[in-house]
Structure formats: C-alpha cells, structure tokens
C-alpha cells in the first residue's frame, strides 16, 4: 500500500501563492500522480495530473496559475498555486495511479485544507 502525505496548505490572501507537496511512501518513478480538491458541497474534481512520462493536464480554471511537477528522486509531487483565488477554496487531495501484476491501482492523501480569503 503507498502511502501520500500532503503539506503545505493553509490560509493566504487573494493573489498569494502556496506550494503543496505530497510525499510519497515508496518510488513514483513509474507512476501516475495527480491533485484533486474538492469544496464543501461540491464534487471532487481533478486539478492537475502528472503521468510517469512527464505529460501533465490541468483544470481549465487553474492553468496558467498552477504548476504541478515531481521529484522522483524525492518521491514527492508538487503543485505550486499562483495567483489564487477565493474559489480555490477547497480541500486538495494527492493521487498516485499505477498498474500492479496487471491490476490497477489507486492510492489517495488524507488532503490539506487551502483556504483564499481576505
């Protein structure tokens, strides 16, 4: 079972910036990560994904803003949020997919709260 630790959230001000990182417990090196958030009463929605080849896609309303990246030596993912906004409110979640003896696999973070406000 892998293991995903998310830090690095926590309160900033319309335009501010934060860096979350997810560390995992075992090598990301051949495998699909990605962030997820979701807001109180809302869905979960992908904001950002990394795949093991470096391909990345991003929610609409974040690109340009976020960037996602990884560290394989690390073991850890990022996603730096530029220019937030109060709508980037929302509990943000670390994923890692990957193919295990033919099975796919999914793990997720425990999650950390960004909250955007004045």
């Known amino acids: 079972q892998v293991q995903l630790v998310e830090s690095g959230g926590g309160l900033v001000q319309p335009g501010g910036s934060l860096r979350l990182s997810c560390a995992a417990s075992e090598s990301i090196r051949f495998k699909d990560m990605g962030w997820y958030r979701q807001a109180p009463g809302k869905q979960r929605e992908m904001v950002a994904t990394?795949?093991?080849?470096?391909?990345?896609n991003y929610l609409d309303s974040v690109k340009g803003r976020f960037t996602c990246s990884r560290d394989n030596a690390e073991n850890t993912v990022y996603l730096q949020m530029d220019g937030l906004k109060p709508e980037d409110t929302a509990v943000y979640y670390c994923?890692?997919?990957?193919?295990?003896?033919?099975?796919?696999?999914?793990?997720w973070g425990q999650g950390t709260q960004v909250t955007v406000s004045s």
């Open positions: 994923k890692t997919e990957f193919q295990l003896f033919g099975r796919r696999k999914e793990y």
């Open positions: 990394l795949n093991s080849d470096g391909k990345t």
